[in-house]
């Protein structure tokens, strides 16, 4: 994937996050009667402004995208006219500039309701969450989990892909010490187990701890055939065809492709000798494969991928659609459910009870944007949606400067029957800037930790 792919995509979710949220400030203050001067995308130095509206406010591009705002008429902020000051932010209600305050992260909270409506009405596929072999000494194993079932509820809750199941799971088991999982068995019944998850703990959430618990999805066995090749990978060059079907690898009998795999990881730049079974006749043929880094290893690749029955394959699919009021339903609840976890794990962080490793900054928030930019529409918007998400539930913590802080103070003020002291605001902003620099760091710290590590 290349760097300004990465690039663009990266830029596409930062406008689309900023101009959302800063269009509910917006919008909201219009409809409270408040004149709005500037609408920026970006601060510092404009790079593009144009005037539009019955009011000329200034719609700006400016040179540091990390952000926006909207500047309202003020009294707090500079000298307004007479005949303007019914229209200046300050003289609202305390009611209305709650509301004015609250609409920047609702609209993101709302856009995420958008786009898991519409995800939700078009359909997501996702992995049948059937389970593989069962590993001994699990408690999945220990539960009686068997090759083959296929979860269907979770604690209550429905679970029509292996996505869904490892999300309801992320959800429950960081506040239950067992969970109920009902089961499709393979003779088509339904069975309960009673899966003990105590083991996990706060690092084992920061990896895959379905591994752990020994819940690992089926995968088909895949006969070690070749599918297709690259024409410049090591197993065309020694003379591999498309139809070839591997039996043996250094004497070593194959059943497998994924036993194939395991050999060419292991051998970067070391001759394999092949045994292979081309229409009635078998022939030996050396392989030596190529030497690649993956995450700081040196590992070996012959650019070759396997012969998968397709018919086989798309039994393994499951498919989630529903109707635009059901889908409407399933987008408020998917939101609801993203962002009280997303409270829970930052509470958690705070209580030291879940690494800090968890909080990305722009780096992977870049690389992330650019694999499921690559990956197709469908996992874009899901990405726009969790980041739309998160924007808009930090943007409602009672942080100062965020715009949780100045509901907090709104809130004070509404209670108390008087705004709060410049004093107590002083203080609070200093707190604010503490706090947001504090976690700034921990984000580009962990960015340049996964640059670095691979991770």
Request: aromatic letters at 8%.
């Given at each position: 994937m290349s760097f300004l792919f990465t690039l663009a995509a990266f830029a596409v979710t930062l406008g689309i996050m900023i101009v959302v949220h800063e269009y509910g400030h917006y919008q909201v203050a219009r409809w409270c009667g408040v004149k709005v001067l500037r609408f920026s995308v970006g601060f510092g130095k404009p790079l593009l402004t144009r005037r539009w509206g019955a009011d000329q406010t200034e719609w700006v591009i400016s040179i540091f995208p990390l952000g926006g705002y909207v500047k309202m008429l003020d009294e707090q902020e500079g000298p307004v006219a007479p005949h303007e000051l019914h229209r200046a932010y300050n003289r609202l209600p305390v009611q209305r500039r709650i509301a004015v305050v609250a609409a920047g992260p609702l609209a993101n909270l709302a856009?995420?309701?958008?786009?898991?409506?519409?995800?939700?009405?078009?359909?997501?596929?996702?992995?049948?969450?059937?389970?593989?072999?069962v590993p001994a000494a699990t408690p999945a194993a220990h539960a009686g989990f068997q090759r083959g079932e296929v979860i269907t509820r979770i604690g209550g809750e429905t679970t029509p892909t292996w996505q869904d199941a490892r999300w309801t799971l992320l959800q429950k088991v960081i506040?239950?010490?067992?969970?109920?999982?009902?089961?499709?068995?393979?003779?088509?019944?339904?069975?309960?187990?009673?899966?003990?998850?105590?083991?996990?703990?706060?690092?084992?959430?920061?990896?895959?701890?379905?591994?752990?618990?020994?819940?690992?999805?089926?995968?088909?066995?895949?006969?070690?055939?070749?599918?297709?090749?690259?024409?410049?990978?090591?197993?065309?060059?020694?003379?591999?065809?498309?139809?070839?079907?591997?039996?043996?690898?250094?004497?070593?009998?194959?059943h497998r492709w994924e036993d194939w795999v395991k050999w060419v990881r292991q051998s970067p730049n070391q001759p394999l000798t092949l045994k292979i079974q081309?229409?009635?006749?078998?022939?030996?043929?050396?392989?030596?494969?190529?030497?690649?880094?993956?995450?700081?290893?040196?590992?070996?690749?012959?650019?070759?991928?396997?012969?998968?029955?397709?018919?086989?394959?798309?039994?393994?699919?499951?498919?989630?659609?529903?109707?635009?009021?059901?889908?409407?339903?399933?987008?408020?609840?998917?939101?609801?459910?993203?962002?009280?976890?997303?409270?829970?794990?930052?509470?958690?962080?705070?209580?030291?009870?879940?690494?800090?490793?968890?909080?990305?900054?722009?780096?992977?928030?870049?690389?992330?944007?650019?694999?499921?930019?690559?990956?197709?529409?469908?996992?874009?918007?899901?990405?726009?949606?969790?980041?739309?998400?998160?924007?808009?539930?930090?943007?409602?913590?009672?942080?100062?400067?965020?715009?949780?802080?100045?509901?907090?103070?709104?809130?004070?003020?509404?209670?108390?029957?008087?705004?709060?002291?410049?004093?107590?605001?002083?203080?609070?902003?200093?707190?604010?800037?503490?706090?947001?620099?504090?976690?700034?760091?921990?984000?580009?710290y962990n960015d340049i930790n996964r640059l670095i590590s691979g991770q």
């Open positions: 856009l995420a309701v958008v786009l898991y409506w519409f995800l939700f009405m078009h359909g997501v596929q996702g992995i049948k969450p059937m389970l593989g072999e506040e239950n010490k067992s969970l109920e999982i009902e089961v499709e068995t393979l003779a088509h019944s339904t069975a309960v187990h009673t899966l003990d998850v105590s083991s996990i703990d706060s690092e084992d959430l920061e990896n895959d701890f379905l591994e752990k618990l020994g819940l690992v999805h089926f995968q088909t066995d895949i006969a070690p055939k070749i599918g297709s090749l690259l024409p410049d990978g090591a197993a065309a060059k020694s003379g591999l065809q498309v139809g070839d079907e591997i039996m043996s690898v250094n004497r070593q009998t194959l081309r229409g009635e006749v078998q022939q030996n043929i050396e392989v030596t494969p190529d030497v690649v880094e993956d995450n700081g290893k040196r590992i070996g690749r012959v650019g070759a991928a396997p012969l998968v029955d397709r018919e086989l394959i798309k039994s393994l699919i499951a498919e989630v659609r529903y109707p635009p009021h059901k889908a409407f339903v399933k987008a408020l609840g998917k939101t609801w459910e993203t962002s009280i976890f997303s409270l829970k794990m930052l509470f958690r962080m705070v209580a030291g009870q879940v690494s800090w490793k968890n909080i990305s900054g722009p780096i992977t928030i870049a690389d992330y944007a650019g694999q499921s930019a690559q990956m197709g529409v469908v996992a874009y918007l899901s990405f726009l949606a969790l980041i739309s998400i998160s924007l808009g539930v930090l943007n409602l913590l009672p942080v100062p400067l965020l715009d949780g802080g100045h509901l907090l103070y709104y809130m004070v003020e509404f209670f108390k029957g008087s705004p709060v002291s410049e004093k107590t605001m002083e203080i609070g902003q200093q707190i604010g800037i503490a706090i947001l620099l504090t976690l700034m760091l921990f984000a580009f």
